[in-house]
C-alpha cells in the first residue's frame, strides 16, 4: 500500500512511518522540518522537505499517487495557539482543509488525522472521558484540531472520503523533544540526563493520560483497515500524576538533584484521561506498553540520542 504520512519527521510522526515500513507498505514523507528532524525520518521511506499550504505538496500527490494519506503535520504548541491564533488556524485547519481537499482530488482511499484528545474536549464532566462528551476546547489549539476534524467529516459527507480522527492524549517516549513546552517526560528526562533542576507545576497530583508513542503508531496501522468513519480517542484510560512521573524518571535516570515546585499553569485541566473503550470495540487496539517499561525505552534512547 502507498502511504503519504505528513509530520513524518516529527515524534509521533516518524514512529507511524517505522510502523508502516515495517508492515511492508510504502511510504513517503511530506515536512517541513519547522519542527521536525530529517534524522528521525526511516531510511526506507523518501522525505519530501515541503509544507502542506505549498505548491510542492500537490506535485506529491500527483507524482506518489497515495491511496492513504496520514495526517500529522501540525502547529502543536498551545503557546503559540495563544499567541497567533490565526495562524495556528491557518497550519491545523486551513492545512488539514487542504490536504482533505487533495486526498479527493487525487483518489485517495483513506484519511487518517491526528486530532487531540487532551484539549478538544475542553474541562471534562466525566472521567474518562468517552467521544461522546461535548467538545467544547479551552484554547485556540484545541479549537483549530477540533475544525480539522470537521473539514474532514464535511469531505466525507461531500466527496465520499473514508477517514478515521484519532484523539491521542499525552504522548511520550523516544524522539520526543525535551526542548519544547509540550511533553514533561521528555522535558524531566532532558533535565535530569543534563544534571539539571526539574520544576514540578504546582503540587505534582494533577493526573493526565500519558500513552507510549508505540502504542500509538499500532493503532495507525490498525487503522488502514479498520476504524473507518470514526473518531476514536487514543490513551490509557488512566490517569498518572506528575510526582509519579518524576520518581519514575528519578529511578530509570539516577537522578540525584531534588525538583522544586513552581506555581501550577494557568488554565491547566487538573485531571484529564480518556475513555478508549471505543478504540478497543473498532480497532481491536489497547495500549500494551506499561508505564514504567515505556519510562525506561524512552531513557535509554535521550542516552543515545
Given at each position: ?54 505548491r510542492e505538496v500537490e506535485r506529491v500527490f500527483a507524482e506518489f499517487k497515495p491511496e492513504v494519506v496520514n495526517h500529522h503535520a501540525a502547529q502543536a504548541s498551545v503557546k ?226
Amino acid at each position: 500500500m502507498r502511504i503519504l504520512v505528513t509530520g513524518g519527521a516529527g515524534f509521533i510522526g516518524s514512529h507511524i512511518v517505522d510502523a508502516y515500513l515495517a508492515e511492508g507498505h510504502e511510504v513517503a514523507v511530506v515536512d517541513n522540518l519547522a519542527t521536525g528532524r530529517r534524522a528521525s525520518v526511516n531510511k526506507g521511506a523518501k522525505l519530501h522537505e515541503v509544507d502542506i499550504h505549498s505548491r510542492e505538496v500537490e506535485r506529491v500527490f500527483a507524482e506518489f499517487k497515495p491511496e492513504v494519506v496520514n495526517h500529522h503535520a501540525a502547529q502543536a504548541s498551545v503557546k503559540v495557539s495563544t499567541g497567533d491564533p490565526v495562524f495556528d488556524l491557518e497550519i491545523n485547519g486551513g492545512g488539514t482543509a487542504r490536504i482533505a481537499s487533495l486526498c479527493v482530488e487525487h483518489g485517495v482511499r483513506k484519511l487518517i488525522y491526528a486530532s487531540s484528545g487532551g484539549t478538544v474536549y475542553g474541562e471534562p464532566a466525566e472521567l474518562p472521558v468517552p467521544e461522546t462528551h461535548p467538545t467544547k476546547p479551552v484554547s485556540n489549539y484545541g479549537l483549530s484540531k477540533l475544525v480539522g476534524e470537521l473539514y474532514i467529516e464535511l469531505m466525507a459527507r461531500t466527496a465520499g472520503l473514508d477517514y478515521t480522527n484519532l484523539r491521542y492524549s499525552n504522548a511520550y517516549g523516544p524522539r520526543q523533544d525535551p526542548n519544547g513546552e509540550a511533553g514533561v517526560v521528555a522535558i524531566f528526562t532532558g533535565r535530569m540526563l543534563a544534571g539539571e533542576q526539574c520544576t514540578i507545576d504546582g503540587d505534582g497530583e494533577q493526573r493526565k493520560d500519558y500513552v507510549y508513542v508505540g502504542d500509538i503508531a499500532r493503532a495507525n496501522v490498525l487503522c488502514l483497515e479498520r476504524g473507518n468513519g470514526a473518531t476514536l480517542n487514543i490513551g490509557t484510560g488512566q490517569g498518572t500524576s506528575v510526582n509519579e512521573i518524576y520518581r519514575a524518571l528519578d529511578a530509570a535516570t539516577g537522578n540525584t538533584i531534588a525538583a522544586r515546585n513552581g506555581p501550577p499553569r494557568p488554565g491547566d485541566v487538573r485531571n484529564f484521561w480518556l475513555d478508549t473503550t471505543r478504540a478497543q470495540e473498532v480497532l481491536g487496539w489497547r495500549p500494551e506498553v506499561i508505564f514504567e517499561d515505556g519510562i525506561r525505552t524512552t531513557v535509554a534512547s535521550f542516552k543515545e540520542d
